[in-house]
T-cell receptor
Framework: DAGVIQSPRHEVTEMGQEVTLRCKPI?????LFWYRQTMMRGLELLIY????????DSGMPEDRFSAKMPNASFSTLKIQPSEPRDSAVYFC???????????FGEGSWLTVV | AQTVTQSQPEMSVQEAETVTLSCTYD???????LFWYKQPPSRQMILVIR??????QNATENRFSVNFQKAAKSFSLKISDSQLGDAAMYFC????????????FGTGTSLTVIP
């Protein structure tokens, strides 16, 4: 079975540009998570969806960040405008809400210069 | 909110030896799940082992086992016969069974395996 699929794997962009990260959760999973990982802050939960509805977005750093889940098989995390401090690895993960294990994608490495 | 604490930022172990990584958590819930994830240099997050809080028996997966002490809110990971491929960052995680099914991660322990 395919795991969580993220794209792009790597992105280098200039400050001020819009960045869109994409995620396809595992089929049948109805919970989706976006995490950010940096050396300074470790693994931070940005937002969590259940059945395509955002449940907890308290981790979204600021208005420059937005996330959507238009259907059960696709989610996006958008940063506009991007800043150098947004450089991080962004992970998407999914799980069955009634289950117990969270499965991660391979991450999107973002560098903002 | 629940918190997960990993008090060992770095650990090292000689190849073929045994190492134990510590994790404590804070919760008022009685039913929950605990996990250990491994993150090698590739940055991929890999599930190592999981434990249901209602089970008294400690989970085991080949060379990996846990020591789950519910009253003490402790969940340590033991790696036996350490191999070079075990070198990675290890994250302890807690999942609530309440509304939201939220996951909480510790700050990680970096494990070095010495040949």
């Amino acid at each position: 079975d395919a795991g969580v699929i993220q794209s792009p794997r790597h992105e280098v962009t200039e400050m001020g540009q819009e960045v869109t990260l994409r995620c396809k959760p595992i089929s049948g999973h109805n919970s989706l998570f976006w995490y950010r990982q940096t050396m300074m802050r470790g693994l931070e939960l940005l937002i969590y969806f259940n059945n395509n509805v955002p449940i907890d977005d308290s981790g979204m750093p600021e208005d420059r960040f937005s996330a959507k889940m238009p259907n059960a098989s696709f989610s996006t995390l958008k940063i506009q405008p991007s800043e150098p401090r947004d450089s991080a690895v962004y992970f998407c993960a999914s799980s069955v809400s009634s289950g117990n294990t969270i499965y991660f994608g391979e991450g999107s490495w973002l560098t903002v210069v | 909110a629940q918190t997960v604490t990993q008090s060992q930022p770095e650990m090292s172990v000689q190849e073929a030896e045994t190492v134990t990584l510590s994790c404590t958590y804070d919760t008022s819930e009685s039913d929950y799940y605990l996990f250990w994830y491994k993150q090698p240099p590739s940055r991929q997050m890999i599930l190592v082992i999981r434990q249901e809080a209602y089970k008294q028996q400690n989970a085991t997966e080949n060379r990996f086992s846990v020591n789950f002490q519910k009253a003490a809110k402790s969940f340590s990971l033991k790696i036996s016969d350490s191999q070079l491929g075990d070198a990675a960052m290890y994250f302890c995680a807690y999942r609530t069974t309440n509304t939201g099914n939220q996951f909480y991660f510790g700050t990680g322990t970096s494990l070095t395996v010495i040949p």
